[in-house]
């Protein structure tokens, strides 16, 4: 009976790691870009110890590369809105100032004039730096990444003036985890690492005035949170059994 209710509060506390992921998916169904990446299965593992070989213990295993499938395009109209093509990623800075990544396109300008989305993670150019905007400038963003902005305040057509190129990197060869702020970045790579540019591949675009939605599903989401759920209730009944079967069984050696 111990062995009984040792297996079922294992498989509980492992399942907590599940759980978590899962309520991390949805609390960010509506950002921005937010890609998922947490998977979590459970497999049973021989316990190490004095006492039978034949033990075994649930543990989870977990993954965290993160799923590049794209989320719903949502045409906003904004300037400074962007949506990432393909398997493309944005650089940022972040804020611990190296270099990390992110899908997340809703831009706007700092107190600065500079260039960050809407965590307020610094864009970065294809120089590494940060890119400013001249104040009172309005803002244009083409699909190949290249920041131009004109001011309004000049009379007659004024040519655009080219500002800097979003530091922009295809990821289809290079598998990417999450970092503890969110942001993404090479796997098995030290953090601030750069993505290689694979020479001949095709180079990364964006859409403009467009931003793209979380890749999460939510009914999926919430079968896997009632699943979660109903895989808690019967370990505890098993507790709960197992309690009454070895109460049972001590009333029986009870002299009459």
Known sequence: MDRLAFN???NINEQRVARQMTTNELANVSTPGFKRSFEAAMRPVQVEGP???TRMQPRSETTDNINLRPGSMM???NDMDIAM???AVIGVSAPDGTLAFTRRGDLKLSVTGALENGAGHLVRGQNGGAITIPPGFRVNINDDGAVYATNPAQAGAVAPVLIDRILMRDTSKTPLDRRTDGLFQVVGKPPGTDIAVVAGAPLP???AKTLEGSN????????KLMEQSRSFEQQVNVIKQAKDADEAGASMM???
């Not at 999460?216 to 079968?223: F, G, Q, T, Y």
């Open 254 to 256: 009870k002299p009459a």
């Open 85 to 87: 093509n393909g398997q």
């Open 205 to 207: 675009s964006l859409t």
């Open 216 to 223: 999460v599903n939510p009914l999926e989401v919430m079968v």
């Open 8 to 10: 079922a509060v294992a």
């Open 51 to 53: 006492g039978f070989e």
């Open 75 to 77: 045409a906003t109209g």
